[in-house]
């Protein structure tokens, strides 16, 4: 299990992100959802260890992300940041960058992994040449390459058109249902990720505001996206 509490990272101005709570069980599918320059991207850098928070922490099986990176790493994709930055590349070889850095990848699953996230046909297409969802398809397969068990992904869809995000988000899915893998997903558009979640984190001017699960949500609300307005409209609560 991953659990995030009271994860803290302050910028001057007062950017940045304030005692997140959060926890992800294996098949579980977590929304970090908020305005743009609501903190998300910075708890998601946090989470990963990419950065060091000011307080506060990460765990994977109990093992602090940013003291025991050996432990954590090796289970964790990440798709934070400019998607697939090197244009001269083909996504093929942009994918070969990681082959090395992990056990067990081979040839094949570079191939199965183009096929997974629908960019069979591309990969042999210099990244300069691709769209920006494109781009985001091949960062995901990158983030997916080594078979992580928790990947955190931070807006995933961004880019991408109607039919996109629709093969993505059934790419995820099949992903949480089939391996078993836990996912965090950052957005700020929520009817993007409605119907992959099982949990929705929602966060406002850089604090958390509240975690529930989807079911409890539904309980008062008729859909997650009335539930994140109701959240960010100035009520706080706690976990659900």
């Known amino acids: 299990m991953f659990e ?18 959060l926890a992800v069980r294996p098949g579980e599918v977590v929304a970090l959802l908020g305005p743009n320059g609501a903190g998300k991207t910075t708890a998601l850098r946090a989470m990963a ?10 765990r994977w099986n109990g093992a602090s992300v940013a003291d025991r990176p050996e432990l954590t790493k090796p289970h964790m994709g990440f798709m934070i940041g400019e998607p697939a930055p090197y ?16 056990p067990g990848v081979d040839e094949s699953r570079i191939r199965e992994t183009l096929e997974q996230v629908g960019m069979a046909q591309q990969g042999h297409v210099k990244i300069k040449r691709y769209s920006t ?29 109607i ?10 899915r099949a992903l949480a249902a089939e391996s078993g893998a836990g996912l965090i997903v950052s957005s700020h558009v929520v009817h993007d990720i409605e119907d992959l979640i099982t949990h929705a984190c929602i966060v406002r001017e850089g604090r958390w505001v509240e975690t529930a699960s989807v079911d409890r949500v ?6 997650v996206e009335d539930y994140y307005l109701h959240c960010v409209g100035g009520r706080k609560g706690g976990a659900a």
């Open 4 to 21: 995030v509490r009271g994860l803290t990272k302050a910028y001057p101005g007062g950017r940045g992100i304030q005692d997140l709570n």
């Open 163 to 172: 039919e996109g995000r629709r093969e993505m988000a059934t790419a995820l």
């Open 87 to 102: 244009p001269y590349l083909t996504g093929y070889e942009y994918l070969k960058l990681y082959h090395k850095l992990y």
């Open 49 to 58: 260890g990419f950065i060091r928070a000011d307080r506060g922490e990460a």
């Open 218 to 223: 539904r309980e008062s609300f008729s859909n």
């Open 133 to 161: 969802g494109m781009k985001q398809r091949i960062e995901l397969a990158s983030a997916l390459l080594h078979r992580p068990k928790l990947m955190l992904l931070d807006e995933p869809f961004s880019g991408m058109d």
